[in-house]
């Protein structure tokens, strides 16, 4: 079962903040974030993996919190580059890597 | 641009066709993956690729056939696809197949079957 993300769509204006939530039913090793625009590549974000770690990268940042099986991911001061289709990927600790993608949340920043 | 080159970025075949799709990486990585993507929908595994080794096959149909003939190199056979498997194919690879090792996905290959 894939994982549920949350919301699924998001209009911001430039320079507005924006939460993202991915939520599994599974006990999670690591989550993974990455971006999509239309017709192109995921591309990835970055990893958290279990121990509640946050982690950020320019004015994008993801917390983990293993116990509640959730990740949210935290985009501050948007801008128009970061308009794409944001996923989710989990693994489970089975020794090797195998993501299943969230739902997607569809993200929108205009000007 | 990716450094996870796939060919062609179009294709468009009838159901009695035989193609294949192409990845190509030169990052020295050593697993290597084939999604699947519907639109507006998020990326399905379908294989995976070990140090050339297929170690997962997610319970594909026997229509789709990967191939790894080298570490840089990932193709797809296809043959009598049906009209469902339209879709987008993406091709990724990782350094290794441990656990949280980042991916890298090629733009992909928009697959239509008529």
């Known amino acids: 079962q894939q994982p549920v993300q949350s919301p699924q769509a998001v209009i911001l204006r430039e320079g507005e903040d924006a939460v993202i939530n991915c939520s599994s039913s599974?006990?999670?090793?690591?989550v993974h974030w990455y971006r999509q625009k239309h017709g192109e590549a995921p591309v990835f974000l970055m990893i958290l993996l279990k121990g509640g770690e946050q982690k950020g990268h320019e004015k994008i940042s993801a917390s983990f919190n293993e116990k509640k099986q959730q990740s949210s991911l935290y985009l501050t001061a948007s801008q128009l580059s970061y308009s794409g289709t944001y996923f989710c990927?989990?693994?489970?600790?089975?020794?090797?890597?195998?993501?299943?993608f969230g739902t997607g949340t569809r993200l929108l920043v205009s000007p | 641009d990716t450094e996870v080159t796939q060919t062609p970025k179009h294709l468009v075949m009838g159901m009695t066709n035989k193609k294949s799709l192409k990845c190509e990486q030169h990052m020295g990585h050593r697993a290597m993956y084939w999604y699947k993507q519907k639109a507006k929908k998020p990326p399905e595994l379908m294989f995976v690729?070990?140090?050339?080794?297929?170690?997962i096959n997610e319970s594909v149909p026997s229509r789709f056939s990967p191939e790894c003939p080298n570490s840089s190199l990932l193709n797809l056979h296809l043959h009598a696809l049906q009209p469902e498997d339209s879709a987008l194919y993406l091709c990724a690879s990782s350094q290794d197949y441990r656990l949280a090792q980042p991916q890298h996905f090629g733009d992909g290959t928009r697959l239509s079957i008529l």
């Open positions: 599974k006990a999670l090793y690591s």
């Open positions: 690729y070990s140090y050339e080794k297929l170690s």
């Open positions: 990927g989990t693994e489970e600790d089975t020794g090797f890597q195998k993501l299943v």
